[in-house]
């Protein structure tokens, strides 16, 4: 039986004007409190919404025994697309709760916690989302949409985009290093001492798949980076003595079918650079390119190579190797066409022109140019850099740089950048920063030695 099956007749309705059927006004009882509006409004609800099968009935008004002053509030998101400033006064899980009932959370969730309203030069730590134990975050994915789940120990913790729905289940893992979020529900996690990729559904706490590299001295795979594109997912592995490494491609569309591996290297002698597996995975959709970035520290120092696999190929068409000021970490931006660092000795960062591939590599340091980075120094040991939109973030110690593009120049040496301190003073110094991700309209950050995960939003879209 529906909900609204307790209806009457319009005759004995919302006024006393008499309400023609065929009327484009549509009147709903809620909780004994009676709402007007349109049909065209109710059908903004989606065709699976009661609230969309409510606009086809007609000569009756239905009853719903809900909550009216929570309905009100939905009413104007159907409206308008946005929550109205009374909405606050409300827990955000009862809005969840009741936008379930009636259909709409989608549009809930797009007013809430939407991409395109994230605002890196307002955001500011707003919310603080603890994890269960003593384990401190060894990883942390996120989706589109704003659902995060973080890595603790054995312990994968989840909360959804609302961040008040909380689940955490326990794994096969002594701890994860690598983690990506798939779906809300299911997550790609490997460590560098367990061997195979799991794919686990962390609704309901079970693996669906464990997907392996056969190497050649069949002694198991241990997961070094994971990485995706809308097709493909994919994975470094390295074999479990060491001496092999490949990254793994398997087919997100057809249950993670291997389609192919590329970048095998098998270690002969004291050749360096083959040892060296891919501990970073990033796609690049502009060019159809995969960047994978490894780095090895020995008796002459941090060396490192970033290389840029054609899929179709299997050839890396591009490759930078670092031997001086070698990366802490790199990423690569669509937006702004570059591939940025930060350098394990100097701290800086520095940016080389995507649209160069096949060119000799050029680094153009964004801010101090003068920094010796032969003195034996490791000034940005730790520090992460991610792109996101046409900003570039930096972790250094326990703070947050966000560099942005003010003169866009032909060239990269003509282009100027220019970095913002995150943040107010009382979220600056803290921890030493081991992780940071975005999702939805939200920046998520995780310290060293502390079990709970920071959410970083701007404070006007704070609920």
Known sequence: ?????????????????????SSNIVTIDVGGQLFQTT????????????LSEISNLDGTIPFID?????????????????????????????????????GVEHLLLNSQSNPSQFEPFDLEKSVILPLSGRDSPTAISTTQLGSVQVAHGCKITSFDWSLKRKSTILTQFAGIDSMLSLSPNVVAAGATDFSGLQIIDVSRG????????????????????????????????????????????????????PV???????????????AIPATKLSWIPS????????????????????????????????????????????TVSDDLSAILKVGMHSGEVFISDLRNIGKENSWTCLDDQRKVVTNGKKEGIGSKIESHGNQVFCSKGGNLELWSEVLIGSSIKDRVFRKNSMGRAKDSCGNKITHFSFGGNKMFVTRKDQQFVEVWQSSVRGF
């Not at 049909?39 to 009661?50: D, N, P, R």
């Not at 192919?260 to 083959?274: K, M, P, V």
Request: aromatic share 12%; hydrophobic share 35%; charged share 20%.
């Open 1 to 21: 039986m529906p909900p609204f099956a307790g209806s009457h007749p319009l005759s004995h309705g919302f006024s006393r004007n008499h309400v023609d059927s």
């Open 39 to 50: 049909k065209q409004t109710l059908k903004q609800s989606g065709s699976k919404s009661i």
């Open 66 to 102: 809900r909550d009216p002053e929570i309905f009100s509030i939905l009413l104007s998101l159907l409206r308008t697309g946005n929550l109205p400033s009374k909405a606050k006064t409300f827990d955000i899980q009862d809005l969840v709760f009741e936008s379930q009932y009636y």
């Open 206 to 257: 079970f693996v669906k798949e464990t997907l392996n590299w056969e190497n050649v001295t069949k002694s198991g795979s241990t997961v070094q980076a994971i990485g995706a594109s809308k097709e493909y997912l994919f994975t470094s592995f390295e074999s479990a003595r060491r001496n092999s490494n490949c990254i793994m491609i398997y087919d997100l569309n057809d249950g993670f079918r």
């Open 260 to 274: 192919t591996e590329i970048g095998h290297y098998e270690i002969f002698g004291a050749e360096l650079d083959s």
């Open 287 to 330: 060019h159809n390119l995969l960047m994978a970035a490894g780095s090895h520290s020995g008796p002459s120092g941090v060396r490192g190579n970033i290389r840029f696999w054609d899929l179709r190929s299997g050839n890396a068409v591009w490759e930078i190797k670092e031997n001086v000021d070698c990366f802490s970490d790199c």
